[in-house]
């Protein structure tokens, strides 16, 4: 029998998670009741809040005699946060469930982040039909608009609760009746996989080094490089889903540098070194800063040479001075490798608007980002290599796919 946890604040939703609680059971699943709230519960949970606030570095009386609400939230979302994966690693839960606002979004989110990639994470939120990336991160926690205030049961709250316990139900209850794979050959599950990067401007070289690498035998995972894909490539790596990396396309860079608003952080370009593995890197996209719509662009951007690739999306091109400090930027990331890599470099251009005739042909900008990779980059480890092509012509993909088979072959 499939467990589903159910994580949130039992003194002020006692109502709502009991009735939650009875559906999951009616349905023939066991609950893992786990309260968040700082009071008494409503129902008696299975984790109590002691638990929550001691796996939070506090004990909870403590907690409440402060009469602080942030610190209080603060002690209850670092105690999910280390409990409720250390819960799933202990086998007591098979997927997890929560309802609430802000707060309670909040607190349940925080532990749910933990979760490892896969494992069912249904959120029912009044926020959910906002910006959800502060709580969402890089997991794949699935966000359900309550459309009403989670505040009792009502002929609206009913059924978007049963809705949720259903949809959690099913994922859980589903997870081992999967049809399988009809032959060895369709198995991605069995391969080896590797994680790559692409961007629209890089779409060509990304899809013919895919083909080349899934013929060679590998499972490529293809993120998509506008911030929140660099984050969860990086974190997936930390968890050691990939064997090799091709990361071809590090526009975020750009981003982070100069304040665009596709960056992944200052920390994007570290995973694959930290994790010691094969990878082969290059400068796709990186002529660009990413802005929104054009009214969103800061001042200082006007009078440069601007696209306006769609309504929602305004990109800048880089001067030459702006190429050279993302140039240092990836030269100090790759310094740090301890085993062998490439690093490419196109002397065509790093992407489809970065070539002779398009919009953002740059060769004086190019050859500032090149000549600062090379004259930053001091570790004996990481090869340079430069081919007279552009990004997407299919000799750059070809060549970047046979380094990556030889480093892979030599790891």
Not at 238 to 255: I, R, W
Not at 365 to 389: D, G, H, S, Y
Request: charged share 20%; proline share 5%.
């Amino acid at each position: 029998m499939k467990t589903i946890a159910l994580v949130g604040t039992f003194d002020s939703k006692g109502e709502e998670f009991h009735f939650a609680k009875e559906l999951i059971e009616k349905l023939g699943f066991r609950s893992l009741t786990i309260h968040a709230g700082t009071f008494e519960p409503q129902f008696e949970p299975d984790i109590s809040n002691q638990e929550v606030a001691a796996a939070g570095g506090h004990d909870l009386s403590e907690v409440v005699a402060t009469g602080d609400r942030g610190f209080a939230a603060d002690v209850m979302a670092s105690g999910l946060a280390n409990l409720i994966p250390c819960l799933y690693g202990e086998g007591r839960f098979d997927g997890i469930l929560s309802f609430g606002g802000s707060g309670g979004t909040t607190l349940a989110t925080a532990g749910m982040r933990e979760l490892p990639f896969g494992v069912p994470k249904v959120m029912v939120s009044t926020m959910a039909s906002g910006n959800v990336s502060t709580y969402v991160g890089t997991s794949d926690i699935i966000m359900i608009p309550s459309l009403v205030d989670v505040a009792g049961i009502n002929q609206i709250s009913r059924r978007v609760f049963e809705n949720a316990v259903m949809a959690v139900a099913g994922m859980v209850g589903y997870a081992d009746r999967l049809t399988e794979p009809e032959s060895a050959e369709n198995d991605e599950a069995g391969k080896p996989a590797i994680a790559a990067t692409m961007f629209g401007v890089t779409t060509p070289c990304v899809s013919r080094a895919k083909k080349l690498l899934e013929e060679a035998g590998y499972d490529v995972i293809v993120f998509h490089a506008n911030g929140a894909g660099g984050r969860i490539m990086e974190k997936m790596i930390d968890q050691g889903v990939f064997a090799a990396v091709l990361d071809l396309t590090t526009t975020e860079v750009c981003d982070d540098v100069f304040d665009g608003v596709l960056t992944a952080g200052p920390h994007r370009c570290e995973a694959a070194i930290r994790a010691k593995l094969p990878q082969v890197v290059s400068v796709g996209a990186d002529e660009m800063i990413n802005f929104g719509h054009i009214s969103t662009m800061p001042k200082h951007y006007e009078g440069r040479n601007i696209h306006i690739h769609n309504p929602a999306n305004t990109l800048v091109r880089m001067t030459a001075d702006e190429s050279a400090a993302v140039g240092r930027r990836l030269a100090g990331k790759w310094n740090e490798a301890a085993v062998p890599m490439t690093v490419m470099l196109p002397l065509g251009g790093v992407s489809m608007l970065d070539a002779p005739g398009k919009p953002f042909d740059g060769p004086e900008e190019r050859a500032a980002l090149f000549n600062a990779i090379k004259e930053n980059l001091t570790n004996p480890l990481v090869q340079v290599r430069e081919l007279a092509c552009n990004i997407n012509d299919d000799e750059f993909a070809e060549t970047a796919v046979q380094e990556l088979l030889d480093l892979i072959e030599r790891s």
